[in-house]
């Protein structure tokens, strides 16, 4: 089975513009979690949806938005970029079931730069 | 709030010793799971090992086992006949259980394999 996959795998951007960033689950996920690891650091907890909804969120600005389609693919939004933006942003997906959440696969990442 | 604290940033060992890795985090939570996570050079993050906190007896797979001390809030990674594939930067990380999928990772401990 295929793993959990990201695009693209490499963004440049300039401060101020928008950017898009796509994970697809891995088959019967519906679950897909977002997080973002700047260099040197462990990864931060951004957003998770849930059955297009959306079940947590982290301590980032509304900059930052996300949202699942019926497929259970999901979007990470980020507008007005920053020069602290650029990361590695990792999406990861998961199988909830009654009576807690199960182990989260993780996707190769999106380097995204922003000069 | 949950915080994960690995001391140790750096670590070399030769080929085949066994590698510790020390893990301490804070919680008030009673249930909640554990994990090491490893992040090789090629960037895709990968679960170790996992250990939920109401199972006493420590998880094992394979050469990697863990010494969870629930009182203690302690959570150690033991590697055995460490191997040059294990070189890769390997992450502790607490997920309160029945909440979101949120994983708070600490910072990371980058282990070398040295043959």
């Known amino acids: 089975d295929a793993g959990v996959t990201q695009s693209p795998t490499h963004l440049i951007k300039t401060r101020g513009q928008q950017v898009t960033l796509r994970c697809s689950p891995i088959?019967?996920?519906?679950?897909v979690s977002w997080y973002q690891q700047v260099l040197g650091q462990g990864p931060q907890f951004i957003f998770q949806?849930?059955?297009?909804?959306?079940?947590g969120r982290g301590n980032f600005p509304d900059r930052f938005s996300a949202r699942q389609f019926p497929n259970y693919s999901s979007e990470l939004n980020v507008n007005a970029l920053l020069l602290g933006d650029s990361a590695l942003y990792l999406c990861?997906?998961?199988?909830?079931?009654?009576?807690?959440?199960?182990?989260?696969?993780f996707g190769p990442g999106t380097r995204l730069t922003v000069l | 709030a949950q915080t994960v604290t690995q001391s140790q940033p750096e670590m070399s060992v030769q080929e085949a010793e066994t590698v510790t890795l020390s893990c301490t985090y804070d919680?008030?939570?009673?249930?909640?799971?554990l994990f090491w996570y490893k992040q090789p050079p090629s960037r895709q993050m990968i679960l170790v090992i996992r250990?939920?906190?109401?199972?006493?007896q420590n998880a094992t797979e394979n050469r990697f086992s863990v010494n969870f001390q629930k009182a203690a809030k302690s959570f150690s990674l033991k590697i055995s006949d460490s191997q040059l594939g294990d070189t890769a930067m390997y992450f502790c990380?607490?997920?309160?259980?029945?909440?979101?999928?949120?994983?708070?990772f600490g910072k990371g401990t980058r282990l070398h394999i040295l043959p």
């Open positions: 990861a997906s998961s199988f909830p079931w009654t009576g807690g959440t199960d182990t989260q696969y």
């Open positions: 088959s019967g996920h519906k679950s």
């Open positions: 949806y849930y059955e297009k909804e959306e079940r």
């Open positions: 919680t008030s939570e009673n249930n909640y799971y």
């Open positions: 250990q939920e906190a109401y199972k006493q």
């Open positions: 990380a607490f997920m309160a259980m029945d909440r979101d999928d949120k994983i708070i």
